[in-house]
């Protein structure tokens, strides 16, 4: 019978375990010092090892010849537990099993000694999924449970567990698997699958399961059936519908210069072939920030899995790639109510005003006066359009304005002010000759209603 390599390749020791170094850590120490708590809580994203090391913990517990707090394996009580036939692991799914009789009936198998190990492990899955009544069944009995007895709660939803239960338990918090260190361990199982790959084809994979080895496991299972023995880029994008994040830099590129036709053509090819649109404007989303991250930040590599990736993005100015920003955010939203394809067309329209926004950085750094700027060709109206969303220039547009000492005033109204704000300081903050000034809404003293004059 086939095994995926899901379960195949699946951690059986402490040092097998990928991503997870101070779970293991704290664990191990636990076990090897015989400083083992009654109860845990095992939290963290999906398919990072949370169950896996509550089983790795209850076979480190029984095994008949342990060495440094890891389980050696051999043993029939190892074997047993890897074959999930020994008596004293229970492992319950809440999501199924969440009611207070079940609690209830939990609590009274708790009471007899263990069988054939030195422990009785009791694994909740899902923990989060157990009704309130259930929990409280549970109190007492993860406050004093019998004596070699250790209950492990697993939880992607740490915040669902009620104070009650989080304070009779130690919390051992799991974190995302790192991109890399998903790309080797992608990398082990072909090895020894015997599979050839293109190390990039698997780094889009470890992208796609978002630090989440079963996921990344799954798939890599995946594109060998789709791609025979070698794993490519374009099999692994074909079967994900995806594109690699190279190709998504490189549309990034194109409405940063506001190559508008090649970016619709692009997104219309997409959608043609069947490509996800919406997980496709995601990446997208993600690519732009990163590519703010290296510009903004002065140790880009603290941060991002690799920045030389998004060097070619060092010549842009900051002021673009905070407005593309803007703008696929924007897109992201309008796609909830419209047709995906349309909403990111007209986002990527919006993007011809990048192109005002590039001169505006140079008048910045460069210290050029207003009256050089406008001489360029760059007048007042053009760089406050460029900083603003067009819903906040028309509104600015119809305002009441006036000179005051060298400077634009505009006149705006509370309500339009405060909605917003954030555009307006910006503008203030990026040029000095405009002011704004709030018109406060005045109170009428007749039925409290409220009057601009």
Request: net charge negative; hydrophobic share 40%.
């Amino acid at each position: 019978m086939y095994l995926p390599f899901a379960r195949k390749y699946r951690p059986r020791f402490f040092r097998e375990v990928v991503g997870q170094e101070v779970p293991v850590r704290i664990l191990r120490n636990a076990i090897r010092e015989n400083r083992v708590a009654h109860a845990y809580l095992f939290a963290g994203p999906r398919g990072v090892g949370k169950t896996t090391v509550a089983r790795i913990v209850a076979k480190a517990l029984n095994c008949l010849r342990p060495e440094e707090g890891e389980p050696c394996g051999e043993c029939d009580n190892c074997k047993e537990i890897d074959r999930g036939s020994f008596p004293d692991l229970i492992e319950m799914d809440a999501a199924s099993n969440r009611g207070i009789d079940d609690i209830r009936a939990l609590r009274e198998a708790v009471s007899y000694t263990p069988i054939k190990g030195s422990y009785k492990v009791y694994i909740i899955d899902e923990a989060h999924m157990l009704t309130k009544e259930a929990f409280n069944a549970l109190l007492k009995t993860l406050e004093e449970p019998p004596p070699r007895t250790v209950f492990i709660l697993c939880t992607t939803e740490y915040e669902k567990i009620i104070p009650t239960i989080l304070s009779r338990c130690q919390r051992i918090m799991f974190t995302r698997v790192n991109e890399n260190k998903v790309v080797d361990y992608l990398k082990v199982i072909c090895e020894k699958e015997n599979i050839e790959f293109e190390e990039e084809a698997l780094r889009v994979i470890a992208s796609v399961s978002e630090g989440c080895l079963r996921d990344a496991a799954s798939l890599l299972d995946q594109a060998v059936l789709s791609g025979g023995d070698r794993i490519t880029v374009e099999v692994v994008e074909e079967f994900l519908g995806i594109i690699n994040r190279a190709k998504i830099r490189e549309f990034l590129k194109m409405l940063i210069d506001s190559r508008v036709d090649e970016a619709i053509d692009l997104l219309r090819d997409l959608y043609e072939k069947g490509y996800n649109l919406t997980k496709f404007w995601e990446n997208l989303e993600e690519e732009v920030r990163n590519a703010i991250l290296f510009k903004s930040l002065k140790r880009p590599e603290s941060v991002l899995e690799d920045p030389d990736a998004y060097r070619e993005f060092e010549s842009y100015p900051l002021e673009a790639l905070l407005y593309v920003e803007n703008l696929v955010t924007r897109g992201k939203i309008e796609a909830r109510t419209r047709t995906p394809l349309r909403a990111y067309e007209l986002a990527v329209i919006k993007s011809l005003i990048v192109k005002e926004i590039l001169p505006l950085s140079k008048v910045i750094t460069a210290g050029i006066t207003v009256k050089e700027a406008e001489e360029a060709g760059d007048s007042l109206e053009e760089r406050i359009k460029s900083l603003l969303s067009p819903v906040a220039w028309k509104a600015l547009e119809s305002a009441e304005r006036k000179e005051e000492g060298g400077k634009t005033v505009f006149l705006i109204e509370e309500d339009t002010y405060n909605t917003f704000s954030e555009e307006f300081v910006r503008v203030r903050e990026s040029i000095p000759e405009v002011e704004f000034r709030v018109l406060k809404k005045k109170v009428s003293r007749e039925r409290g209603t409220t009057s601009l004059f």
